[in-house]
């Protein structure tokens, strides 16, 4: 039975408050119940079947850093073979699921997040073990989640309507859009139950099949999604899961000729690499892989002088450390004009200090652990780094790594443009504040940097959110609120730049970037004399393609 979606207008799935004793009750029963799961062995998923493998790789709870999540078979021990046969899975489940009507398709999306909506917290519950979310972060994942596949579901269900086209007389002008083929989607650690959701089934949403590598700091949830599309009765070889606990399966999954697409969301770095290797033809690629690449950011909040201080402050702290900085969208400057400086600061560190660090499993803890060892390496190097360049550190700038990876939040006040805290993303707990003579040079220092995914302003003046409106070169610009919490629907997210091809996702433009349009034109009700008249007429299609 389909689940009726077609006319349903779509709205954001809400977030739980765990004030209620009853939701923070479930909770518990949940982190109870994944814990009573942690440890177990996984497979490779290749056309349905499970693989399993002599090597092995675990995942690791990182504000526990002992506790195995879980075992997962290791394809990169034997990724050449395991490689080529999950796309050749993936091949040959597309010529069927290509073809399958775009309702049909979406209903496997409204069904998978049915069963999310009634499990929601066990699906948090994993993300706090193996990514270390707090209860009120892995909630927000979550919830993202099922607006992903609500949202692609009813927009693929317009995409195959009559789409908008001019009509001219004696012809029937149509345009249809129609699957890519076989993509390798490589999803992130950070949303790893939201972004993988989404990127996946975007893509099988439109009539295309996959291949999905998750990262090796979380590919326990990403199993856990492939068993709800096995629950769907999702066709086999539309999603093969292949878990690596290196680099090799992607690799081998962008240089393939058989792939037409890939999605992408990571570092720079990475992402840089995917672009340029997915641009090399090689023997028997038939097309232009498309690369849909979501990428990094150095985002910035502009606090003007005309601002509510009290409520820049609190955007300020949610921003830049709700789940340790590690979002993509983190504030990790704040450009503050230098009359208001002072005033402001002492507002954003009185709030900071309130902060309580500790384990992710209890429901007062604010911030936890970053996601690994060479995250907190890199998060203490460049917290002394910005010391050494003139940078005055006022509050956190310690780690402990004894139990789990944790970080203080960390202000490092007076810095400098263009030093390398100011410049560099970080991805952990370091916030940089940076003065500005006035708004115009707070919006030279926010665009001076080689990204542009999230901004925000904090101002009462209209004529300079008016002018940020213009002027501030990113993806996704808020006034008067955080740079972080981009909803499914309301805030499509992407950004320029460095921060990758600005895709729009949950947004109507996503499904675009796995479809192409397909024109077809028929010629109707033309007589014969009416055909003769316009040869004798000439051809006017020259002008035209």
Not at 69 to 90: C, H, K, M, Y
Not at 276 to 305: L, P, S
Request: glycine fraction near 8%; charged fraction near 25%.
């Amino acid at each position: 039975m389909q689940t009726q979606r077609t006319t349903d207008e779509f709205k954001n799935e809400p977030f739980t408050d765990y004030s209620k004793p009853e939701n923070a009750d479930a909770m518990r029963q949940a982190i109870e119940q994944v814990k009573s799961e942690l440890g177990r062995d996984y497979a490779v998923i290749v056309n349905g079947e499970k693989i399993e493998l002599d090597k092995k790789f675990e995942s690791f709870n990182p504000a526990e850093k002992s506790q195995v999540i879980g075992r997962f078979s290791d394809a990169d021990a034997d990724a050449e073979t395991l490689v080529n046969r999950a796309i050749d899975a993936a091949t040959e489940a597309f010529k069927s699921w290509r073809n399958v009507r775009a309702e049909e398709r979406a209903d496997y999306l409204f069904r998978a997040a049915q069963i999310i909506r009634e499990r929601k917290h066990y699906y948090s519950a994993w993300m706090v073990f193996e990514v270390g979310k707090t209860w009120a972060e892995a909630d927000g994942d979550t919830a993202e989640a099922i607006d992903f596949l609500e949202f692609y579901g009813r927009e693929m269900i317009r995409y195959a309507q009559k789409q908008p086209i001019t009509q001219i007389a004696g012809e029937d002008n149509r345009l249809e859009y129609i699957p890519l083929g076989v993509g390798a989607i490589i999803p992130p650690w950070n949303f790893p139950l939201a972004i993988m959701c989404g990127m996946t089934m975007a893509a099988v949403v439109c009539g295309n099949t996959t291949v999905l590598k998750p990262s090796p700091d979380a590919p326990t949830i990403a199993y856990k999604f492939m068993e709800i599309l096995d629950e769907i009765g999702l066709p086999k070889g539309v999603v093969n899961f292949i878990a690596g606990s290196g680099t090799k399966v992607g690799e081998l999954l962008v240089q393939s000729p058989k792939i037409r697409f890939i999605s992408f969301t990571g570092s720079k770095a990475v992402g840089l690499h995917i672009y340029e290797e997915a641009a090399k033809t090689r023997e028997g690629q038939r097309w232009m892989k498309r690369v849909v690449a979501e990428m990094g950011g150095k985002d910035a909040i502009i606090v003007d002088a005309e601002a509510d201080l009290d409520a820049a402050a609190t955007g300020v702290v949610q921003a830049a450390f709700g789940f340790q900085g590690q979002k993509c969208s983190a504030c990790s400057r704040l450009i503050v004009d230098e009359s208001v400086h002072d005033e402001l600061l002492e507002k954003v560190v009185a709030l900071t200090k309130e902060l309580k660090i500790g384990s992710p499993t209890e429901a007062e803890t604010n911030m936890t652990a970053v996601i690994n060892q060479k995250s907190f390496d890199n998060a203490l190097k460049a917290i002394t780094k910005g010391q050494d360049e003139g940078g005055k550190l006022i509050v956190g700038g310690v780690g402990d790594s004894s139990q789990g990876f944790y970080i203080e939040p960390t202000i490092i006040d007076e810095v400098k443009e263009k030093s390398t805290v100011e410049q560099e993303e970080i991805f952990a707990p370091v916030l940089a504040v940076i003065k500005a003579k006035d708004f115009d040079h707070a919006l030279e220092i926010a665009n001076d940097t080689q990204y542009g995914l999230t901004g925000a302003v904090y101002s009462k003046n209209e004529e300079k959110l008016e002018k940020a409106r213009n002027e501030f070169h990113v993806g996704n610009l808020y006034f008067n609120r955080k740079c972080t919490g981009a909803l499914v629907g309301a805030h499509p997210f992407g950004g320029f730049n460095m921060s990758g091809t600005d895709s729009k996702a949950g947004g109507r433009e996503y499904l675009l970037q796995f479809m192409q349009g397909k024109l077809v034109s028929e010629k109707v009700g033309a007589t014969k004399s009416e055909s003769k008249e316009v040869l004798n007429a000439g051809d006017t299609s020259a002008k035209a393609f």
